[in-house]
């Protein structure tokens, strides 16, 4: 069995280690463990939501096009991965949580999910609906 | 015809009441004027701002001119909860298993730009505060 | 506090699921005092990638609330309809329908151990018809 893989993803002060999920979708989890590290800011869902979400346009996870395994759902402590333009979304729920937009459901991806003691982490993600977007990094555990 | 002014920070609108469309709700409105509570960004609702107000709660209260859609300019009243949306963009009354209706009561008037803008702001910069007032004169 | 384990046999599988008592109480309780629940998986019809079974009469009918809802059935989960007259177990990509559409269920366990082997005997239904699925605590 591969050894499992696991990303730091800090959240203004907060941090939470998560899991990669290689065997849910190979080809979308390693493109974002090719993309790391990850700095940019989050800001709280406006329709997926008990979530927050980041842009990246770092390669090759930007110029996935494919939902390797379609999900609407994103479990709490998920990470997933949603194709757009140019970018990558990507979306932590801290709770309940599906990828949406205007026009109602879309889906996207699970790659990675919290392990370990997270609730510090959540109450992180959360404070960004009141306390407004912050920074975030995601980057990989042991080099 | 009843006017009411939003303020956030430092802009305010001013918005005019449908009273015809929903004569229960926004009379219940401008009976709780003035009101002045946190202004926090939709999170399942699209372009909006929300702001929940203990008195404007009626869970008996019947939606009246009621929309699922939001509109640029529109402020919905969801009385079953006492919340109050303010779009300033596409968005839907939405929960964490589908859609559910509000009442349509009022609309900015004007191009409403700078009250948008604040709305929107919500979203960067986390809470805020909405004052609702009755328009003087109106 | 670590959740409870529910064991899971399928067509000699042996595999634990944990129960999701932080995320669903209430399902996770009325599953609990249920077991054990034997019944015929059979692959669902509407909902993708899953096995379904039909716990019948207990705790599970008096579970009425969609404690925190979702659609997607991730590999692995195993999710239940409100009233409890299924069971889904996710192999695969799944989502949680019937003849209207989308529909919602709780999520009440998720395997985690034999993961790989019991997904592959759940996924059988789809080629080779019903299996046995029992659910009991353990030993």
């Known amino acids: 069995?591969?050894?499992?893989?696991?990303?730091?993803?800090?959240?203004?002060?907060?941090?939470?280690?998560?899991?990669?999920?290689?065997?849910?979708?190979?080809?979308?989890?390693?493109?974002?463990?090719?993309?790391?590290?990850?700095t940019g800011r989050v800001t709280h869902a406006r329709w997926a939501g008990s979530a927050v979400?980041?842009?990246?346009?770092?390669?090759?996870?930007?110029?996935?096009?494919?939902?390797?395994?379609?999900v609407t759902s994103i479990y709490p402590g998920t990470l997933v991965v949603r194709p757009g333009r140019g970018v990558a979304e990507l979306f932590f729920s801290?709770?309940?949580?599906?990828?949406?937009?205007?026009?109602?459901?879309?889906?996207?991806?699970?790659?990675?999910?919290?392990?370990?003691?997270?609730?510090?982490?959540?109450?992180?993600l959360a404070g960004t609906w009141s306390g407004g977007s912050t920074d975030v990094t995601i980057e990989r555990v042991d080099g | 015809?009843?006017?009411?002014?939003?303020?956030?920070?430092?802009?305010?609108?001013?918005?005019?009441?449908?009273?015809?469309?929903?004569?229960?709700?926004?009379?219940?409105?401008?009976?709780?004027?003035?009101?002045?509570?946190?202004?926090?960004?939709?999170?399942?609702?699209?372009?909006?701002?929300?702001?929940?107000?203990?008195?404007?709660?009626?869970?008996?209260?019947k939606v009246e001119s009621q929309v699922s859609f939001f509109y640029p300019g529109m402020v919905a009243y969801r009385p079953a909860t006492g919340e109050l949306t303010f779009a300033y963009g596409q968005g839907q009354a939405r929960s964490e298993t589908g859609t559910h209706w509000v009442s349509y009561v009022g609309q900015v008037d004007g191009s409403g730009d700078d009250i948008f803008t604040a709305w929107e702001a919500t979203r960067s910069v986390g809470v805020s505060t909405v004052a609702i007032r009755r328009k003087e004169g109106a | 506090m670590t959740n409870r384990r529910v064991v899971v046999e399928c067509d000699g599988v042996r595999a634990e699921m944990e129960l999701l008592d932080d995320n669903a109480p209430k399902a996770a309780a009325a599953v609990w005092d249920?077991?054990?629940?034997?019944?015929?998986?059979?692959?669902?019809?509407?909902?993708?990638?899953?096995?379904?079974?039909?716990?019948?009469?207990?705790?599970?009918?008096?579970?009425?609330?969609?404690?925190?809802?979702?659609?997607s059935i991730y590999p692995g989960a195993v999710v239940m309809r409100p009233r409890g007259s299924e069971?889904?177990?996710?192999?695969?990509?799944?989502?949680?329908?019937?003849?209207?559409?989308?529909?919602?269920?709780?999520?009440?366990?998720?395997?985690?151990?034999?993961?790989?082997?019991?997904?592959?005997?759940?996924?059988k239904t789809e080629t080779e018809g019903p299996r046995r699925l029992t659910m009991s605590r353990p030993a």
């Open chain 1, 53 to 70: 979400f980041t842009k990246t346009p770092n390669q090759p996870v930007a110029a996935v096009s494919d939902v390797e395994l379609p």
């Open chain 1, 94 to 124: 801290y709770g309940v949580a599906e990828s949406r937009g205007a026009t109602g459901r879309s889906y996207a991806t699970p790659v990675a999910e919290a392990v370990g003691a997270t609730e510090e982490f959540f109450t992180a």
């Open chain 3, 34 to 71: 249920m077991l054990p629940i034997t019944d015929d998986a059979f692959a669902a019809k509407w909902s993708g990638d899953a096995a379904v079974i039909h716990p019948g009469p207990g705790a599970v009918q008096d579970v009425t609330e969609l404690e925190n809802p979702v659609t």
């Open chain 2, 1 to 61: 015809m009843r006017q009411i002014e939003i303020q956030v920070g430092d802009v305010v609108a001013t918005a005019t009441l449908r009273t015809d469309a929903a004569p229960e709700l926004t009379a219940r409105l401008w009976d709780a004027l003035p009101i002045e509570v946190p202004l926090v960004h939709a999170i399942r609702s699209g372009n909006c701002a929300e702001a929940t107000c203990a008195e404007l709660v009626d869970p008996d209260q």
């Open chain 1, 1 to 38: 069995m591969a050894a499992t893989r696991s990303m730091r993803v800090t959240v203004g002060t907060a941090t939470a280690e998560y899991t990669m999920l290689d065997d849910f979708a190979p080809k979308t989890a390693e493109a974002l463990w090719e993309s790391l590290p990850i």
């Open chain 3, 87 to 123: 069971i889904l177990f996710g192999h695969g990509v799944g989502e949680y329908r019937w003849g209207v559409g989308v529909d919602y269920v709780v999520r009440i366990g998720k395997f985690v151990t034999n993961v790989t082997e019991m997904l592959a005997v759940l996924r």
